[in-house]
């Protein structure tokens, strides 16, 4: 697939195109291992899903790391991207837990985020870009699934460095991971709510059971061995017109027979996410918006979910 078949989205922020980049600069390699990830730390030239966690086990913060390309283990660093609303709340949580260690943390303004979304399934697979972490960029694929494409953090604008690109806008970026059953950020992700293995986040990379001790880890590894997980976070599909309030987050999903199946967790025109039992999915849905009307919708299981899960 030709690279003129991607897209390139500037991603986070407040919602508009050209807002400044949330990301953090990290010094101290060793430092880190248990400060604040479930996975272990990227190489360099690597990026990991690396969500840090309340010590109950509930997500606390949707964070990706990049390993940085340094010349000694000395000046070792990385990039922390998170969600800008929290930009205050995970400089606290990083210097809560450094204690003594030697640890820096410093805003990176001037960096911006871009998604390189593919126009298929078959441009994921192709790989037309190639992975590299410059001084100038950094493009890497995006740990969490490759129906994700590439992220690109730069100084530059995204499409200039990306041949035959097409700028895309905020709301195809949403559209699109909604659609392949990708959480992010606060609204998805509910600080100190979300559970990490029912919002899908060990099938994302972002969960390891073999490192060491981190924060929340007694729960997370005790749900994963028990092997039982009833509630998990789906994608849906509104198939009537919303009201003009749209649907409130937190809304009962109902079965044909009023049925308790889950919750609308956040979503974006007629698509978003639900935290559903999953036994309970695959009859007719339906939801009660505030005016009083009935709104059906229908929840899928994404295609690149690991078999045993579906």
Known sequence: MPPGKLDCHKRRGDGTLGT???S?????RWAMSGLLCYYTLPAPGKAVQAPASTPS?????????????????????????CDSSVQGALQKHLALYRIRRKVTVEPHRELRVWAVLPSSPEACRNAPLQESAG????????????????RLLTQDEGPALVSGGRLGDL???????????????????????????????????????????????ELTART??????????FPVRFLDPLPASGITPGATVLTASGQTVGKFRAGQGNVGLALLWS?????????RASEGAQVALAASVPDWWPTVSK
């Open 20 to 22: 400044d980049l949330p």
């Open 24 to 28: 953090w600069r990290l010094g101290g």
């Open 57 to 81: 086990g509930r997500t606390l913060y949707d964070v990706i790391l990049y390993g940085l390309q340094e010349h000694s283990e000395e000046v070792s660093g990385f990039l922390l991207e």
């Open 135 to 150: 001084a100038a960029a950094i493009l890497i694929r995006d740990p969490r699934t490759a129906r994700m494409g590439w």
């Open 171 to 217: 709301w195809d970026y949403h559209q699109h991971r909604y659609l392949q059953g990708v959480p992010e950020g606060v609204g998805d992700l509910p600080p100190g709510v979300a559970l990490p293995l029912e919002s899908n986040l060990a099938f994302m990379n972002g969960v390891s059971f073999t490192k060491g001790c981190y924060i929340g880890q």
């Open 224 to 233: 994963h061995h028990m092997g039982v997980i009833r509630k998990r976070l």
């Open 279 to 287: 036994e309970k999915i695959k009859g007719p849905l339906h939801i």
